[in-house]
């Protein structure tokens, strides 16, 4: 009995969620995994990730966002690609740029591929870490960094590709 409690307790404190082509909601309040086979994941609104919740999402996973939508992390956003398999957030449309995540809280990006938005990262959170990445035709105009990082605990950005 104790071993049957012991999983059903575990897969509550972190689901995978299947969205399944449909839009994720406007906040996720609960630990959630995105992966490839439910993929493409649409965000059409403004997504925050809530403190002490973490947003997982696994290599291969395609994140389509519409333009002008940001993704606002307060907890936990691991983006977990792999180099056969990296994970992709591009707009909805060539002519449409999504804006950026805003981080107030912890990202960790491993093989991501960032194409068709403002910028990528703008963070005033505790860590950033960045790796094997690769940004491109990001640009929203004169004073657009590509990333912005501010009194952050943590900078880390190794063997990343940072292109305009």
């Keep these: 009995m104790f071993r ?17 082509g449909e839009p994720l909601p ?19 609104q403004n997504l925050s990730i809530s403190s002490g919740t973490t947003l997982k999402i696994n290599s ?18 691991l983006v977990e690609g792999s180099s056969e398999d990296p994970v992709l957030f591009t707009s909805d449309a060539p002519e449409t740029r999504w804006k950026y995540i805003s981080n107030q809280g912890s990202l960790i990006a491993d093989h991501l591929i960032i194409r068709r938005a403002v910028r990528f990262i703008t963070s005033y959170g505790d860590t950033v870490i960045v790796r094997n990445c690769d940004v491109a035709d990001t640009y929203g105009g004169v004073g657009d960094d590509c990333i ?11 063997n990343t590709s940072l292109t305009g």
């Design 4 to 20: 049957a409690l012991h999983i059903i307790i575990i897969s509550c404190l972190f689901q995978a969620i299947a969205w399944s």
């Design 60 to 77: 291969g996973a395609q994140i389509i966002l519409s333009g002008g939508v940001s993704i606002n992390n307060s907890g936990r956003l």
């Design 26 to 44: 406007a906040v996720i309040e609960r630990d959630t995994i995105l992966t490839r086979e439910e993929s493409p994941h649409y965000i059409n």
């Design 148 to 158: 912005g990082v501010h009194n952050a605990d943590k900078v880390l950005i190794l």
